[in-house]
């Protein structure tokens, strides 16, 4: 009785096994039957703003299924594809074109239990033809039980979850499509494109298990991160249905599919999408060398800070990426080019190719202020590029072991090593362990040990900054604790710009120590970074209880505590929830809330306003000034984009000065710092990589030079260059067998000068920085096969431009009025869509075109910057 029971058990186990390993499929593919389908593809493109209108394509054709060969579970399937026409607009007739050559070739499919394991064919297809047949076959993969597959069709190796609606209605959907491709994309999220994409099919089975009917979808939406609604969609939807009953066939002999397949002599081919490229027509035929030319006049020096510049970099890039070292150099040496070489040097930067680096290289040259100009022009834009290769880096790093002996473009080479070792850390497959990467860091830091002078250390602290690898924090902190005030000041700028994910406690109670100086005293502008970074971290009740404290201390350093009450302000205007806190820390102390400790004097300013929003890109502009004796110690302006909670600097302008406050000092109680010389100049900060500074003296001398020459009262370039800043493309395939690319370039165009005049006798400053900004991006969503061609191409444009001013007053009372203004400015938007049929000379468009008009306004800063404006218009 017992085995009886065991025997029982095991028939039912093993009946329930095979239920899930080889299910019913009942009459489906019977030997010697033939099914015949219809088969309707149709695909549709549009702006991913307004879904309404749309272009697209349609194919339309009989589908004849035989089984030819097999058993219950193994099946070879001959299918052919009868009368194919494709209608360039649905539903009109005018516009068909019939697929000839799809319908000449039968093709064969092994079909293992609703897997598609194989496919066959007779002869070498075109490559379009044959994705297109493999996207017919895979319509005939799917299970009869609900759970979790992993299957592969022409979208990829994709995880498929089958769920039941009844006994002969099922739901399929698809995730996580792998797909072998060269996708890239920037690592700053807020430059980076979203794809959203959804996989599906419902089908339904006779009660006899015969596949009835096949609806699948594939879905995607392309957007550009920031911009909102800036991008487009494609959809597919394909309709696989039975038409007429059951024909008897021949079938063939074999042991095996591999016997059958050999016997008839057919070639395998893989399920997944193959590339397809698409002849070159019209524009897509030019050379770098004839878009150059063509486009002259936006490279030219006045066109920097403009939009058409950055339109003009993005169109070059794509055929640069793929134009010869000898073609390059034909370029950068045309006689006729010799005024465009700065911007053409921006392009070879963007580029970021082994072929571009080569004709660069023949440039890097110091001989002469315009040489060093061009030289540094390249390593800058070298820097911020998106695409690092490994070769470069070599080139460069064996380049700065033999120390340039010119100190300008040394410090510059120092500095594009470090930022491209960075992003190259950054890239898939590689890490700050990366040897390359390895080699960097090594150099900085050897070359940092051996320097004697403050001068010589900062240099390669910059370089440490750039390449913010987690192996130089320790070295970092311990200059940031013990150096000089150069040295420490500068060792505390790069901590700053390290993630905050970074800082364990060991690290924050060296921030403490240096804004409460426990072990001795800092310089301001290092203890100002160091609440920078404390409030980065987000302080709880406890540790903001802490900061805030130095506000009732004895500490004379008034600026530093003007900075911390602007800082907690700004904060607060930012965030709800860290106003709630502050306001809770601030009731709770009584000797906190009162005017002598919250109405504490100082110049100092921090502030966050929004620079821009819908229509245009999100993004925030961050003023913070700190200043000395009456004087501006050191500022930045930040202008950052923000894509939900992450943040980008796109641009950052530092100004710096010491050894000033002789000349403007009010004589008040507050604490003289360590005498320096006479100093002032301006740190640039483009895409997160530091440049290196431009100093505009140093030793009262040379400022007093300029003050007796006027020499620093004309407007004068600092900063005039084209890079990129969206960089993405990837490859979509679709189920129905057709590719998608999809590709996004950014750039943006900056031309900054500057001016300051000072009097001495009447003892008053003035000073503007003009920051003029080109931005142009543009993406497109492309389908190319060899019948038909499907396309959105899209871009937007703007021309944004901030003023910067302030006026100093120092005859008696030190008076400071900033003033920070945008200007008007536009927006265009465009989005051209096309479908066309290769060979002929159908095409069919529509463009559509919308401008924005953006008032400029001044931003507000305080109160007590309104009350000092006021007094020296008064004056």
């Not at 549009?46 to 099946?75: C, F, M, P």
């Not at 996580?176 to 959804?198: G, M, Q």
């Not at 939009?307 to 370029?331: H, I, M």
């Not at 001795?520 to 903001?544: G, N």
Request: glycine fraction near 6%.
């Amino acid at each position: 009785m017992k085995m009886k029971i065991q025997l029982a058990v095991l028939v039912l186990v093993t009946l329930f096994g095979y239920c899930h390993v080889a299910p019913a499929f009942g009459d489906a593919f019977q030997l010697g039957t033939e099914q015949t389908y219809t088969y309707v593809n149709e695909v549709r493109v549009g702006d991913a703003r307004n879904a309404s209108q749309s272009l697209g394509y349609l194919v339309k054709a009989k589908v004849h299924v035989a089984t030819i060969w097999g058993d219950d579970e193994h099946k070879l399937l001959l299918l052919k594809i009868v009368n194919p026409i494709l209608y360039t607009t649905p539903g009109d007739v005018k516009h068909k074109t019939t697929l000839s050559k799809v319908d000449s070739t039968p093709f064969y499919v092994y079909w293992n239990l609703g897997h598609v394991k194989k496919i066959y064919f007779e002869q070498v297809e075109d490559i379009s033809l044959a994705n297109f047949k493999k996207g017919v076959a895979t319509l005939f993969q799917y299970q009869l039980l609900d759970g979790k597959y992993v299957e592969e069709d022409p979208s990829g190796t994709c995880d498929v979850q089958y769920t039941s609606h009844s006994s002969t209605r099922y739901h399929k959907a698809k995730n996580n499509c792998k797909f072998a491709d060269n996708r890239f994309e920037r690592t700053e999220y807020p430059l980076r494109s979203l794809t959203r994409t959804v996989r599906s099919a419902d089908f339904t089975v006779s009660a006899k298990g015969t596949l009835e009917k096949v609806a699948a979808q594939d879905y995607v939406k392309y957007l550009v991160n920031a911009y909102d609604s800036l991008g487009a969609f494609l959809e597919s939807t394909t309709k696989l249905e039975l038409e007429a009953e059951s024909q008897k066939v021949d079938t063939v002999k074999g042991g095996s599919v591999d016997d059958v397949v050999k016997s008839l002599t057919l070639q395998e081919y893989g399920l997944l999408t193959e590339d397809f490229e698409s002849k070159c027509e019209g524009d897509k035929c030019d050379s770098l060398i004839k878009l150059v030319k063509n486009n002259k006049k936006s490279l030219t020096n006045e066109r920097i800070g403009k939009q058409d510049q950055s339109a003009t970099l993005v169109k070059l890039v794509e055929y640069a990426r793929q134009t010869s070292t000898e073609d390059f150099l034909r370029v950068v040496k045309a006689k006729s080019m010799q005024e465009h070489r700065g911007q053409l040097l921006d392009l070879l930067g963007a580029t970021q190719t082994v072929e571009s680096h080569k004709a660069a290289k023949s440039l890097l040259s110091y001989e002469s202020d315009e040489d060093l100009f061009l030289a540094e022009r390249y390593l800058q834009a070298l820097a911020v590029g998106s695409r690092p290769k490994k070769a470069v880096i070599e080139d460069l790093l064996e380049l700065a072991e033999k120390k340039p002996d010119n100190n300008k473009f040394y410090d510059t080479l120092l500095q594009t090593l470090g930022s491209l070792a960075h992003r190259y850390a950054k890239l898939p497959g590689n890490s700050f362990d990366t040897e390359i990467v390895e080699k960097v860091k090594s150099l900085l830091l050897s070359q940092l040990d051996w320097c004697k002078k403050d001068r010589c250390k900062v240099k390669f602290i910059r370089g440490l900054h750039n390449l913010k690898s987690p192996k130089t924090l320790d070295v970092l902190s311990k200059l940031a604790k013990e150096g000089s005030t150069k040295v420490s000041v500068s060792a505390m700028k790069a901590l700053r710009s390290f993630s905050v994910y970074l800082w364990n406690e060991d690290f924050k109670a060296i921030f403490e120590d240096i804004f409460f100086q426990v072990s001795k005293k800092y310089d301001s502008s290092a203890r100002a970074l160091a609440l920078d970074i404390l409030l980065d971290l987000k302080p709880d009740y406890e540790e903001l209880m802490h900061l805030v404290q130095l506000l009732k201390s004895n500490d004379k350093a008034y600026e530093v505590k003007q900075y911390l009450l602007q800082k907690l302000r700004m904060l607060a205007d930012r965030c709800p929830d860290f106003e709630a806190l502050l306001q809770k820390v601030v009731r709770r102390d009584h000797q906190l809330s009162n005017y002598h400790i919250l109405g504490a004097k100082g110049l100092s300013t921090a502030l966050t306003r929004t620079y821009s929003k819908v229509p245009s890109f999100n993004a925030t502009l961050e003023s913070l000034q700190e200043m000395s004796g009456g004087v501006l110690k050191r500022g930045i302006v930040d202008l950052a984009l923000e894509v939900g909670e992450e943040k980008f600097s796109m641009f950052t302008l530092g100004l710096f000065a010491g050894g000033l406050s002789s000349f403007v000092s009010s004589g008040d109680d507050e604490e003289v710092e360590e005498d320096t010389e006479s100093t002032a100049g301006m740190e640039l900060s483009v895409q997160g990589s530091v440049l290196r500074p431009l100093v505009f003296f140093d030793g009262k001398g040379e400022l007093m030079g300029h003050v007796w020459s006027g020499t620093a009262s004309e407007p004068t370039p600092a900063y005039q260059a084209t890079t990129l800043l969206q960089d993405n493309e990837e490859r979509f395939s679709l189920q129905n067998g057709v590719s998608v690319k999809l590709n996004t370039l950014g750039a943006i165009s900056i031309d900054l000068n500057g001016q300051v005049t000072m009097s001495i006798w009447g003892r008053n400053a003035h000073s503007k920085v003009e920051q003029n900004t080109g931005i142009a991006v543009t993406g497109s969503l492309t389908l190319d096969t060899s019948f038909v061609s499907l396309a959105v191409n899209f871009n937007v444009g703007q021309e944004p431009q901030l003023h910067l001013t302030s006026d100093l007053d120092f005859s008696s009372e030190n008076r400071l009025c900033m003033q920070l203004k945008q200007t008007d400015s536009v927006l265009s938007r465009n989005v051209h869509k096309s479908v066309s049929i290769p060979g002929s000379k159908f095409r069919k468009t529509q463009t559509s075109k919308m401008v924005y008009k953006i008032p400029g306004h001044t931003h507000a800063l305080n109160q007590k910057n309104n009350d000092m404006c006021n007094l020296i218009a008064k004056s």
